[in-house]
């Protein structure tokens, strides 16, 4: 089994919709999550850092994270096309320095 | 320079071959990471560099890889004698090290092996 799991997809919705992504982990010495997109062909690029239970909002972006239950996850609100991309929970037990442990990604197709 | 800069972008080896892949990190980036990542997969950690010191190689899946930082900026994946089964998009990440763990990624190098 997986240290994190992630529903790989894809997942396609309509322009406008909220899109709701998750991931669940196993190992509980995790500490810190985050939520990366992937655009074919390019390299991951940082959307969400979170450390503590609870929510973090950050525009049309909330990462959420329930460390009782590891689980965290990703809301979009009013997803656009050009949100079409992966999207990957990474995960990390310490700083600094540590290894990012990833989830398979997502697959979000918005479409108009 | 602005970003992580990964040279080449795409790579074709036949079987047998060795390859080198560089990354340019983030100026004053202490840490430095590989992850390899397949075809509709997360990526894979492989190692990992604090300035030119090699702190964990755990990931590295055979003696065929190595990887050095000799003067703890620009970084070279080395893979010897390349397998079918090496074919992916290699990805270099950079952060600050002391103070922060937020990761940041260059484009990746796709290599492909025939």
């Known amino acids: 089994q997986k240290e994190v799991e992630q529903d790989p997809g894809p997942l396609s919705v309509p322009e406008g919709a909220i899109v709701s992504l998750n991931c669940t982990y196993s190992?509980?010495?995790?500490?810190?999550f985050m939520w990366y997109r992937q655009y074919s062909r390019k390299g991951p690029e940082l959307l969400m850092y979170t450390y503590s239970s609870g929510n973090k909002e950050d525009g049309r972006f909330t990462a959420q994270v329930d460390k009782s239950s590891k689980y965290i996850s990703l809301f979009i609100r009013d997803s656009q096309p050009s949100d079409s991309a992966t999207y990957l929970c990474a995960m990390v037990k310490r700083v600094p320095g540590d290894k990012l442990i990833f989830g398979t990604g997502t697959r979000l197709q918005v479409f108009p | 320079g602005a970003g992580v800069s990964q040279s080449p972008r795409y790579k074709v080896a036949k079987r047998g071959q060795d390859v080198a892949l560089r990354c340019d990190p983030i100026s004053g980036h202490v840490s430095l990471f590989w992850y390899q990542q397949a075809l509709g997969q997360g990526p894979e950690f492989l190692t990992y560099?604090?300035?030119?010191?090699?702190?964990?190689k755990s990931g590295l899946p055979s003696d065929r890889f190595f990887a050095e930082r000799p003067e703890g900026s620009v970084s070279t994946l080395k893979i010897q004698r390349t397998q079918q089964e090496d074919s992916a998009v290699y990805l270099c990440a950079s952060s600050v090290g002391r103070t922060g763990n937020e990761q940041f990624f260059g484009p990746g190098t796709r290599l492909t092996v025939l």
């Open positions: 560099f604090q300035n030119e010191a090699q702190l964990d």
């Open positions: 190992n509980s010495a995790f500490q810190y």
